[in-house]
């Protein structure tokens, strides 16, 4: 099958569990179908150990495309893959996947750059500078290439699509860095006959023209920090079925710690909650609210958020009573997944001065806690130390 694969093209396209599963799906397959119209042979799958979902967890889907393979060939080649090892072309849908991935079927934090290939292009939606994005990439041996269309991570659900252009605007860029997967040409008339949207078919274009593109060097990133889990060979396996129990603890936690140590799930975060322990009444309500168990009972009756298995779902923010105490900050602003408790009782004057420079300006206060539908709020000036609400 060598011969087959001079232009075998591979496309992975990493996205959020749930969030960004049918913006996934829509990208995936319409490229497949784009492709289809320049008489390749091209099809998509979804990476088979992510479902089912939950919410954030890095899923991916890949696709493959060929100018010479045939249906049957291609199939042969790829489609019994679960999973896509090498890839020319692959899209990362939120930006802060940028820190690592931990999908569901691989422990261990892997590169979000992994698969890309030599003189390949890893593509962003993202409002960050691509040097940014490239220090928190593991070192690759060869040169390949970032490229990034501007725009927030678009979390557009499994029950509803909120149309923000996300999906034409990856398809027309998609365009421009591998042309051997669609020309630009039919893309936007794809899209034209698709969505029958003169704004759909402006946006795809727009991303053509618009994309930057960098070089990455093999000077740039960092020696991954992070032990990547090695798979069992055929030959490893035990004989018959054997699934070993995760060793339960129940000495933390509401309802008893059941965290899994083999599956840290901090790689689900955009945001991650940050506490203010000195405005801090010690109510629990966080600690019995974490659906993940994910808050560490400490010293003088605190609790501590554990960011390696923190979600970043929000919902420790949603119940504390205390205005601000907890807030979600975007996750690109921390470099480690240290104790902030730690942090705190140090030097308690340069963490709240710190956590407060990162918090935005912009407070969601949902309906539950306002009685009267939710509520956003600009916050001009830091609270000082000890004043509540
Ligand atoms: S955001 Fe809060 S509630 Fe959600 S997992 Fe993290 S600590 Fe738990
Ligand atoms: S919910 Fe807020 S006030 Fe209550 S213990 Fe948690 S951080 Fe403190």
């Known amino acids: 099958m060598d011969h087959f694969k001079s232009d075998l093209i591979r496309m992975e396209v990493n996205y959020r569990g749930i969030f960004q599963k049918t913006l996934g799906k829509h990208i995936s397959t319409d490229i497949v179908y784009i492709a289809h119209e320049e008489g390749k042979t091209a099809f998509s799958n979804g990476r088979y150990s992510d479902d089912p979902q939950r919410n954030g967890v890095p899923c991916a889907n890949f696709a493959y495309f060929s100018r010479s393979l045939s249906e049957e060939d291609l199939e042969a080649e790829a489609s019994a893959a679960m999973d896509i090892k090498q890839a020319e072309l692959v899209v990362v849908l939120d930006d802060t996947m940028a820190k690592g991935l931990e999908p569901w079927g691989h422990y261990g934090i892997r590169p979000v750059n992994e698969k890309v290939v030599e003189d390949g292009t890893i593509l962003f939606v993202s409002n960050r500078k691509a040097s940014e994005l490239v220090s928190l990439f593991e070192r690759k041996p060869f040169r390949y290439r970032i490229a990034i269309i501007g725009g927030e991570a678009s979390f557009s659900g499994l029950w509803y699509f909120k149309d923000d252009m996300t999906d034409v605007r990856i398809l027309g ?175 308690t004057v340069s963490y ?6 990162m918090k935005g300006k912009r407070r969601e206060i949902p309906e539950h806690i306002t009685g009267k539908g939710k509520i956003l709020r600009n916050v001009e000036k830091q609270k000082p130390l000890k004043e509540a609400r």
């Open 352 to 357: 709240v001065n710190e956590i407060e420079s």
């Open 173 to 347: 860029a998609i365009a421009k860095l591998n042309p051997d997967i669609a020309s630009i040409g039919t893309v936007l008339s794809y899209v034209k006959k698709k969505y029958k949207s003169e704004e759909k078919v402006e946006a795809a274009r727009k991303a053509y023209e618009e994309v930057k593109v960098t070089d990455v060097s093999p000077a740039d990133g960092i020696t991954w920090p992070y032990e990547k889990p090695a798979l069992p060979a055929w030959d490893q396996f035990e004989e018959g079925v054997v699934v070993r129990a995760v060793k339960r603890g129940f000495s933390l936690g509401p309802r008893g710690q059941n965290r899994n140590p083999d599956f840290k799930r901090g790689t689900n975060r955009t945001e991650r909650p940050v506490v203010r322990f000195d405005i801090c009444t010690k109510c629990t309500l966080c600690w019995a609210s974490c659906p993940d168990e994910a808050f560490d009972p400490v010293r003088e009756g605190y609790y501590d958020v554990n960011y390696e298995y923190c979600t970043g779902c929000g919902r420790c923010a949603d119940v504390c009573p205390v205005d601000d105490c907890i807030v979600m900050v975007d996750e690109m602003k921390f470099a480690s997944n240290e104790s902030f408790y730690e942090k705190y009782a140090r030097d």
